[in-house]
């Protein structure tokens, strides 16, 4: 059974741009999770998402936001791109909000 | 508020060494569960075991084994006979109705 995937690997943006990230949940699963691993700040949850319906968000300013479509696949975007944004970006499926999370293997942004 | 606490920030040991991990969580569920994960270098978040608080009997998984002890709020990781394979860091995580909240993690160097 695949695993979590993540897309792309590594993405580098200048200050001011707008990234997009993407994950692909386990098969079966219906929720997903963003979560930032910025070095000094440790792991902190951005977004989840469950049936295409943004359920909580962490504290991040509203810059940072996503969607899940139909097939569970999940986009997290981030405007205005700032150097504090650089960072692991994690995404994690599960079955529902209260299941084990299955991370990716991540997506790491540098903000120039 | 759930919090983790990993106070080891490094630990180093020589293969076949046998290691623990600590970590202390704080809680107001009266039932919950405990994960831990493992991020080697590569940066994917390893599931490695969930925990329910209503079971506090040892787990044992090869060269792994977890000591879940409710009085003190512990849930200890402990490898047996280290192996260079092992090196990572090591995270234990409590969730938060939907997210989950990670220790600062134990970076684990096992030496040849």
């Known amino acids: 059974e695949a695993g979590v995937t993540q897309s792309p690997t590594h993405l580098i943006k200048t200050r001011g741009q707008q990234a997009t990230l993407r994950c692909s949940p386990i098969s079966g699963h219906t929720s997903v999770y963003w979560y930032q691993q910025a070095l000094g700040l440790g792991l902190q949850f951005l977004l989840w998402?469950?049936?295409?319906?943004?359920?909580n968000r962490g504290n991040f300013p509203p810059r940072f936001s996503g969607r899940q479509f139909p097939n569970y696949s999940s986009e997290l975007n981030v405007n205005a791109l700032e150097l504090e944004d650089s960072a692991l970006y994690l995404c994690a499926s599960s079955y529902s909000g209260a299941d084990t999370q299955y991370f990716g293997p991540g997506t790491r942004l540098t903000v120039l | 508020a759930q919090k983790v606490t990993q106070a080891q920030t490094e630990i180093s040991v020589v293969e076949k060494e046998d290691v623990t991990l600590d970590c202390v969580y704080e809680?107001?569920?009266?039932?919950?569960?405990l994960f831990w994960y493992k991020q080697p270098p590569s940066g994917e978040l390893v599931f490695l075991i969930r925990r329910n608080s209503f079971d506090e009997q040892n787990e044992i998984s090869g060269r792994y084994s977890w000591n879940f002890q409710k009085s003190t709020s512990s849930f200890n990781f402990t490898i047996t006979a280290s192996q260079v394979v092992d090196s990572a860091v090591y995270f234990c995580a409590l969730p938060n109705t939907d997210k989950l909240i990670f220790g600062t993690g134990t970076r684990l160097q096992v030496f040849p």
């Open positions: 998402y469950d049936e295409g319906e943004e359920r």
């Open positions: 809680t107001r569920d009266t039932t919950y569960y």
